[in-house]
Structures are given as C-alpha cells and as structure tokens.
C-alpha cells in the first residue's frame, strides 16, 4: 500500500481491494473515508481531487457544529460559569465526575440528544429527583455552549427529556420531634452539642448557618442574632439565599442560656465563632460530622430534625402562616404553605418567645 502524503491529510491506495481512501485527522483521532476504486480514478491526482472535495465537505460539516467534546465543555464550564457557592458547587461537581462525564464526555455535545439522554437515565439506578438534577445539568451545559457558540442557537434538546415519577418525592416525609421528645434528646447531649441543638430549634437555623455564629452577630442590649453565612465541609461560604440573610429577637431566655455557654467556652472573643472547635485551636467552629455523631448516640435525630420541629411548634403556638414563612426564611413563601402578606416585628418576637419557652420549659428545671 503506497501513501502520497499531504498537508491536510494522505491519500492511500489498497491495491488488495483496488480502492483509493482518504485519511486524516480530526480532533486528534484518525479518519478514514473511501474516495472511489481504482478503476473509476486510475490516477493518484484524480483521487486526490475526489479527496479535496470530501475536504471541503468535512471543513463546511465542522463549521455548521461543535467540534468540542462534552468533557471540554465541562472544563470550561467549571472554569468560567460554575456557581460559586461552595455546596452548589461541590452537589454539581459529583454529578459531572459521576455520572455525566462518564458517559458522554468523550463525545460531541450535538451527539447529547433527548432520546439516549432519556433512555440512559431510565437505566440509572437513582432516585427521579436525582435524574431531574442530572437532565437540568446537561440542560445547562447545552445552554452554556450555545452562550459560547460551539453550537447554533436553538431549542434545548433537553427540554423533551422526560423522567418517570418526577414529580414524586422519594423520601418519607420529615420526621419532627414533640416538645417531650426534644427535651429528653437533649438531657442525653453534652456541650456544646446541647446548646447548638437549642438555637437550631428555636430560630429553626440549618446547622451550616447555627455553626458559623459568631458572639460579634449577638446583640446583647437589644436582643437580636444576625445570620450573615454558612459552612459546607468546613468551608465557610453565603448564605442559602438573600431571604436567609436576616437579623432575627433573641428572647431573653435564650440570651441566658448564650452568656452562660459564653463564661463555658474558652473561645469568646467578638471574632470567635460561638461553637469554636478546641480541637481546631478556635480556627473553625465544630463540624457537621461531629455535631451529627453526637445527636444519633443521643437519639437517633438528625441535624434537619431541628428546622422541621421549628416548623411544627410554630404551627403548634397558633403562629400566623405568613409569620411562619418570615421566621423560617423562606426566599419563595409557597414553601410554607402558599400564604402571603407581611407581619410587625412584635408578632416574629412572639411566636420566637413561644417556641423558646416550649424549648426550655424543662431543660433548666430539671
């Protein structure tokens, strides 16, 4: 077999099967395209002129399409339009290094169509709710490559992927304590664990924003409590979202019960976080791990358990459902319950002075 060898590729001929191909390469990987046989371009100049023309048509194919494969576009992803909140980040980083580059990252995007996207999800072995945030990320990798032109404008082909029970919730419904079950679970805690569990059921806090309070976000005089950021895995990092942000009456129950955790710690500076971890020297508060190893030892509740009960009692007091979308934080107010209008900061002092006092009824009397 005698190659000519080109600039944009090689002509060879196969005297065994008596055709002409054209080889070349294409994103690094080699090609090869039939030209015609031998009897029909008895030259290597004719076959060459045959091979200039499927040139050409490959070049104009190419222009029309993406020529980048799904595991670069997902680099660039990372690099230029991930979110920057550090749990968002962290949940979209799984899915691509799971599942979405595994299966398609060696392959074109234009090649990442609705009907084996549909059929490879029907075959994973995850909950709809999950395939449902793998779909709206292939959605946006689709959307951020069009935002970059490796792909004309058009509808997303995602958009007709359809996932079974998507609309199903796959977990049991949120387990809440009673006010005779949180006050046994925390007989059964230590400090500072007993405390955290406090403030997380009387401000219904989730406990990436419980544990990076700090005493600068309490005012002492006029009895409020700034939630101002979070943590996920030891990074600290915003808020949920700018409803979460807020600043909130600390009864004056709760307050004692924060000076008297103040005089415990030995970490009590303004700057310190008010859980400051003795075996981080201060430098970060206790962790997610071991606040929720100590609240399964004490009685098999998890960290949420508190927010969800938050919710419970203030149903429990007759608090007013659009107090309770306020005092939850709650950006979109459908998540409790689809109830608008506006509440005075007196009826949020109430409602808080009750949950507290249902909290401590028996924690101090004991």
């Known amino acids: 077999m005698k190659r000519a060898r080109h600039k944009q590729g090689s002509v060879v001929c196969d005297k065994r099967r008596r055709v002409w191909n054209y080889l070349f390469c294409e994103n690094g990987v080699r090609r090869t395209k039939l030209i015609g046989t031998i009897s029909d371009l008895p030259t290597k100049a004719k076959a060459w002129r045959v091979a200039e023309s499927i040139r050409g048509s490959l070049e104009k194919s190419a222009s029309s399409t993406t020529t980048v494969s799904v595991k670069e576009l997902v680099e660039q992803y990372r690099i230029e339009k991930m979110p920057a909140r550090i749990d968002t980040r962290r949940t979209y980083g799984a899915w691509l290094t799971n599942h979405i580059v595994p299966r398609w990252g060696e392959l074109r995007l234009t090649e990442v169509q609705a009907r084996p996207v549909e059929l490879w999800l ?46 199903k919730k796959a977990r049991p419904k949120a387990r809440c304590l009673t006010v005779a079950e949180f006050q046994e679970f925390v007989q059964q805690l230590e400090e500072p664990f007993c405390t955290i569990a406090l403030v997380c059921v009387c401000f219904g806090l989730r406990i990436s924003e419980c544990l990076v309070l700090k005493w600068a976000d309490i005012d002492w ?49 303004n700057e310190d976080w008010i859980f400051a971890s003795p075996f981080q020297i201060g430098r970060l508060p206790y962790s997610y791990d071991q606040v929720w190893r100590s609240f399964k030892t004490a009685g098999n509740v998890s960290t949420h358990v508190m927010r969800h009960s938050y919710r419970s009692w203030l149903d429990a007091v007759g608090t007013p459902l659009a107090v309770q979308q306020k005092l939850m934080r709650h950006s979109d107010i459908r998540i409790t319950m689809n109830v608008y209008g506006d509440v005075v900061t007196d009826e949020m002092a109430q409602a808080h002075s009750k949950v507290v006092g249902l909290a401590l009824n028996r924690v101090h009397s004991a």
Do not use: C, Y
């Open 122 to 167: 029907k075959g994973l072995t995850l909950a709809p709710k999950s395939k449902v945030h793998i779909r709206g990320l292939l959605r946006t990798l689709w959307e951020f490559a069009m935002w970059r032109g490796d792909v004309p404008t058009q509808r997303n082909p995602m958009e007709l992927v359809a996932i079974k029970n998507a609309s």
């Open 221 to 269: 005089i006029n009895g409020k409590l700034r939630v101002e950021r979070g943590i996920v895995a030891q990074n600290v990092d915003d808020v949920k979202s700018s409803e979460s942000r807020k600043q909130m009456t600390i009864d004056g129950s709760l307050l004692e019960v924060l000076k008297t955790w103040k005089q415990t710690t030995q970490f009590f500076a």
